[in-house]
């Protein structure tokens, strides 16, 4: 059957497949087989450099550029490579904005329609990818390779410059950007830039006013729920992160991190105007304004402005007399 035949019976019998395991309907006999291999854990094709397996063949062809490094889907906007079509369709969505897949509960919208699909879980209540291991029950099929990692201790996307791995390629791309510096996500009240969506959020807030995570303890409130949970640890003293070396503990495993630097010596984090290096990304992007003179936190009593945010909430108390 042609490629247009194909296409045009997508239209006149839409939904003609249907799983008998969740309900979902899809287009095609092969896309229901596809499908139904998220419920029965099949994975038939198998990648020769590593021996990881994928329920289509499509992803393992995807998969076999992390081994040769092919990126040939290239954006014409600014320039960055994926190795799949669709990676480069869904990176296009972060210049233009465009949210396609709308929740009709509620109206929120969403740049995948995988994102939809976890956030109308949220409606329906429906979790129905189950762990083989534990039980547990997940939202979405991401969500549960994600959770079946906790089992394995499988971390398959390396980092080819410090070597540090992860589970999921989404927090690989977010952590090169440390190295790289890139940082995409642009705020448009102040122009200050993130490497990672979710830190922009949580920093919108900051111009919001918005806190809304309040520590039941002192009553201080915070943008964000991870925050709040640090913020926690003040109150009930608790350190699980604990080093090997000379058994200091830790409130963070990014904390854990930084220390066990002191142990080994580690500086990755490297100025290119002077060369000077850190132990921390956050101590560099300090460090680098005093280069470029960035001031950007801003007093709104008499607009003193700071490289740093804790320089801002020191001074604010000469206006408020509380103590920071």
């Not at 042609?2 to 979902?24: D, N």
């Not at 080093?243 to 830790?250: A, D, H, Q, R, T």
Request: charged share 25%; hydrophobic share 15%; with cysteine.
């Amino acid at each position: 059957m042609s490629t247009l035949c194909c296409h045009k019976r997508s239209h006149a019998e839409e939904g003609r497949y249907e799983c008998s395991e969740c309900g979902k309907s899809v287009t095609s006999s092969s896309s229901l087989r596809s499908h139904q291999r998220l419920h029965s854990g099949e994975r038939p094709y198998k990648c020769n450099e590593c021996g990881k397996s994928f329920v289509r063949s499509s992803a393992l062809r995807n998969h076999q550029r992390v081994h040769s490094g092919e990126r040939p889907y290239e954006c014409t906007k600014c320039g960055k490579s994926f190795m799949s079509g669709p990676g480069l369709s869904y990176h296009r969505r972060v210049h233009t904005g465009e949210k396609p897949y709308k929740c009709h509960e509620c109206g929120k919208s969403f740049m995948s329609s995988s994102g939809l699909g976890c956030h109308q879980s949220i409606h329906t209540g429906e979790k129905p990818y189950k762990c083989n291991e534990c039980g547990k029950s997940l939202a979405s099929s991401s969500g549960l390779r994600y959770h079946q990692s906790v089992h394995t201790g499988e971390k398959p996307y390396a980092c080819i410059e410090c070597g540090k791995s992860f589970i999921r390629k989404i927090t690989l791309s977010e952590h090169i950007r440390l190295h790289s510096g890139e940082r995409p996500y642009e705020c448009n009240i102040c122009g200050k830039s993130f490497s990672r969506k979710i830190t922009l959020s949580e920093h919108r807030k900051l111009h919001s006013g918005e806190r809304r995570y309040v520590c039941n303890e002192c009553g201080k409130s915070f943008t964000a729920s991870s925050s709040l949970r640090f913020h926690q640890r003040i109150h009930t003293g608790q350190k699980p992160y604990q080093c090997n070396e000379c058994g200091k503990s830790c409130t963070t495993s990014s904390a854990l991190r930084r220390h066990q630097r002191v142990h080994t010596g580690e500086r990755p984090y490297e100025c290119s105007e002077c060369g000077k290096s850190f132990t921390a990304s956050s101590t560099l992007r300090y460090h680098r304004r005093v280069h470029t003179g960035e001031r950007p936190y801003e007093c709104n009593q008499c607009g003193k402005s700071f490289t740093v945010s804790y320089g801002l909430r020191s001074h604010q108390s000469v206006h408020t007399g509380e103590r920071p």
